[in-house]
């Protein structure tokens, strides 16, 4: 198989919305007409109630309810509501993946996102909001895999659990290319900026290849950080062994590390 044999099922690549591709490709875009998109989104009827309802949870805690898109952009801002709409639209592009926990699957990408969004806050080298998006789309190679090719996808899940084989070793031996290599494709068909196809490719090993971006160790770290968080590490645990060389490539200061602690109780709010 082939990454291109995934792509060329139309039927079954992840539905995002219209609008939802136009805020993500216009992150690199210091001309992009935001106000023009929030109209969109406000044209939009299923994922501007989506929006609204979040805008409107206990996490945002606002002092009055919000009815409207542009209500919504007044109290929060263009940057905090092209963060709900990304993360919304892509949340709701596939429904029933056979194989795959989709509550699980996006929360695990939310707080991935959270994460990264927070390391991103500690360098110059990468911008918040592209890491943000590109912890939420981070793992959008294996949900292809799922939707496209159900039985290698689950055929997959078994040798991992059953014969403890690594992840990339079992996708490599059942397909000859790795997931993260199919999310790249993906998000070169859907034309999204080439930093966060590159990002996706690289994070699982950002120090393995020739020009590693700095936005793939941003992904490195807050993979790794979930991970200990979800398996209950201690924080001396996950401070001994984050690995350095990574937070160098991310341009992290080494004394991010004795602030951790915050980055272990993050919660997305975005459930």
Same mark, same amino acid.
């Given at each position: ?6 792509? =060329? ?32 989104? #406000? ?23 919000? @009815? ?20 919304? #639209? ?18 695990? @990408? ?8 927070? $390391?991103? =806050? ?34 997959? =899940? ?7 084989? @690594? ?40 120090? #393995? ?5 700095? $936005? @793939? ?9 979930? #991970? ?37 109780? $993050? ?5």
């Amino acid at each position: 198989m082939e990454v291109k044999d995934l792509l =060329q099922q139309t039927d079954k690549l992840p539905n995002v919305p219209d609008v939802v591709r136009e805020l993500i490709i216009a992150l690199k875009d210091p001309d992009a007409d935001y106000n023009a998109i929030a109209a969109k989104v #406000g044209q939009d009827q299923t994922l501007s109630l989506k929006i609204l309802r979040l805008v409107n949870s206990a996490h945002f805690g606002l002092s009055r309810k919000v @009815s409207s898109i542009d209500e919504a952009v007044v109290l929060l801002g263009m940057d905090k509501l092209n963060t709900l709409v990304i993360a919304s #639209g892509l949340a709701n592009s596939a429904v029933n993946v056979d194989g795959l926990d989709l509550k699980l699957f996006w929360r695990d @990408s939310f707080m991935v996102a959270t994460i990264a969004s927070w $390391l991103a =806050q500690k360098t110059e080298e990468v911008e918040e909001d592209i890491a943000f998006t590109a912890g939420i789309i981070y793992n959008i190679g294996r949900l292809l895999l799922h939707l496209a090719a159900p039985k290698d996808a689950m055929e997959i =899940q078994s040798l991992v659990k059953d014969k403890k084989a @690594s992840r990339i070793a079992a996708e490599m031996e059942r397909l000859s290319f790795t997931t993260q290599d199919a999310g790249k494709a993906l998000l070169d068909l859907w034309k999204f900026p080439s930093e966060l196809g590159l990002a996706i490719q690289q994070y699982k090993r950002p120090l #393995g290849y020739e020009e590693p971006t700095p $936005l @793939s160790a941003i992904l490195n770290l807050a993979n790794y950080l979930n #991970g200990a968080k979800s398996s209950d590490r201690s924080v001396e645990d996950i401070k001994q062994f984050i690995p350095k060389k990574v937070m160098q490539l991310a341009g992290i200061p080494l004394e991010i590390i004795d602030k951790l602690d915050e980055a272990l109780v $993050l919660e997305t709010g975005l459930e």
